[in-house]
């Protein structure tokens, strides 16, 4: 059973990473979405309230959160033999290069990293980009091209309070 761990902020979950979990959905038989707590960023939204976008994105897949633990020891903690990594760009890989000789040179080879590039339409979104695009008027058609509807509406919600 060839199991993988995606993990990122996923506030908000953009089309992006849609696009690389429905992509590891379809080499992997179980895919772990798991959203970590990073301590550099103020979240819009809760670790639950993610779960709840995702889950109503997925359905199938694990969701679940990790904070103060390297990705690497929660993907063995998970019973993963695979971690997923979305590459946007040449700063992404040089980054992602990086973590993966870290990882290395932490556990060894007990767990392979997979890169997954994104088509050129989701290639350059990131959850800080959608973040920033919201305020101006008309805000809402201008966001809606990069995440999913529900997305979206729980954006809308935010925003209106």
Same mark, same amino acid.
């Given at each position: 059973?060839?199991?993988?761990?995606?993990?990122?902020?996923?506030?908000?979950?953009?089309?992006?990473?849609?696009?690389?979990? !429905?992509?590891?959905? /379809?080499?992997?038989? $179980? =895919? *772990?979405?798991?959203?970590?707590?990073? &301590?550099?960023? %103020?979240?819009?939204?809760?670790?639950?309230?993610?779960?709840?976008?995702?889950?109503?994105?997925?359905?199938?897949?694990?969701?679940?959160?990790?904070?103060?633990?390297?990705?690497?020891?929660?993907?063995?903690?998970?019973?993963?033999?695979?971690?997923?990594?979305?590459?946007?760009?040449?700063?992404?890989?040089?980054?992602?290069?990086?973590?993966? !000789?870290?990882?290395? /040179?932490?556990?060894? $080879? =007990? *767990?392979?990293?997979?890169?997954?590039? &994104?088509?050129? %339409?989701?290639?350059?979104?990131?959850?800080?980009?959608?973040?920033?695009?919201?305020?101006?008027?008309?805000?809402?058609?201008?966001?809606?091209?990069?995440?999913?509807?529900?997305?979206?509406?729980?954006?809308?919600?935010?925003?209106?309070?």
């Amino acid at each position: 059973m060839k199991r993988a761990l995606i993990a990122g902020t996923f506030d908000p979950i953009t089309n992006g990473h849609v696009e690389v979990i !429905n992509t590891a959905l /379809d080499i992997f038989d $179980e =895919v *772990v979405v798991a959203i970590g707590v990073n &301590p550099d960023k %103020k979240p819009m939204f809760s670790i639950e309230e993610r779960k709840e976008m995702i889950n109503s994105i997925f359905g199938s897949v694990d969701v679940v959160s990790f904070e103060g633990k390297f990705q690497i020891d929660f993907a063995l903690e998970m019973g993963c033999q695979f971690i997923i990594r979305g590459i946007r760009n040449q700063n992404d890989f040089e980054y992602e290069k990086t973590i993966r !000789n870290i990882n290395s /040179d932490m556990r060894g $080879e =007990v *767990v392979r990293m997979v890169y997954l590039i &994104p088509r050129r %339409k989701n290639a350059e979104i990131s959850s800080s980009m959608v973040k920033g695009l919201i305020g101006p008027r008309g805000w809402e058609d201008v966001v809606e091209k990069y995440v999913p509807q529900i997305v979206l509406e729980k954006l809308e919600e935010k925003c209106l309070r």
